[in-house]
């Protein structure tokens, strides 16, 4: 991979929110969100997160991709799990410059902005094996 890592989210995009796959939810990210909305976390996740033996996710709204997307953005922007958060220094994007520059086809935040040398971009992507290990 590249020494550096050019990147700067742009205003007013939602395509990574639009793509499909799961979010994923570490409990942190579940007690967060909840706290935000002002629901308990037994209240978040009752009505949205989807809960297997050792990974829970977001719930996938039938008509939409995320009950938080709404026209003006996230609308828990400031609470968002730790997927969204650190989108897109995610390891598996992060060591690999096929996937990297595979995401930038529906990323235009991608080689915009300042160079994130990679180590900080490193860093980044250690939160989500720490936040999601199930997944790493
Ligand atoms: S797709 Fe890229 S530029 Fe658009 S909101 Fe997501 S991170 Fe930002
Ligand atoms: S939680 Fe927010 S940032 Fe994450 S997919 Fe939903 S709308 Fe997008």
């Given at each position: 991979m590249a020494e550096a890592?050019?990147?700067?989210c742009q205003p007013g995009c939602?395509?990574?929110?639009?793509?499909?796959?799961?979010v994923y939810l570490s409990d942190a990210d579940i007690q967060r969100a909840a706290a935000f909305i002002s629901?308990?976390?037994?209240?978040?996740?009752?009505?949205?997160?989807?809960?297997t033996r050792n990974r829970a996710r977001l719930r996938v709204p039938r008509d939409a991709n995320c009950h938080f997307l709404l026209a003006?953005?996230?609308?828990?922007?400031?609470?968002?799990?730790?997927?969204?958060?650190?989108?897109p220094f995610w390891p598996e994007l992060v060591e690999s410059r096929?996937?990297?520059?595979k995401?930038?086809?529906?990323c235009p935040g991608i080689d915009?902005?300042?160079l994130i040398h990679i180590e900080t971009?490193?860093?980044?992507a250690q939160e989500m094996r720490e936040a999601y290990p199930a997944l790493y």
């Amino acid at each position: 991979m590249a020494e550096a890592l050019r990147f700067e989210c742009q205003p007013g995009c939602t395509a990574c929110c639009t793509q499909r796959g799961f979010v994923y939810l570490s409990d942190a990210d579940i007690q967060r969100a909840a706290a935000f909305i002002s629901m308990s976390a037994a209240a978040f996740e009752r009505k949205f997160v989807y809960r297997t033996r050792n990974r829970a996710r977001l719930r996938v709204p039938r008509d939409a991709n995320c009950h938080f997307l709404l026209a003006g953005g996230c609308s828990i922007h400031p609470a968002k799990p730790t997927q969204c958060r650190t989108f897109p220094f995610w390891p598996e994007l992060v060591e690999s410059r096929r996937e990297w520059r595979k995401t930038a086809r529906y990323c235009p935040g991608i080689d915009k902005g300042p160079l994130i040398h990679i180590e900080t971009a490193r860093t980044i992507a250690q939160e989500m094996r720490e936040a999601y290990p199930a997944l790493y």
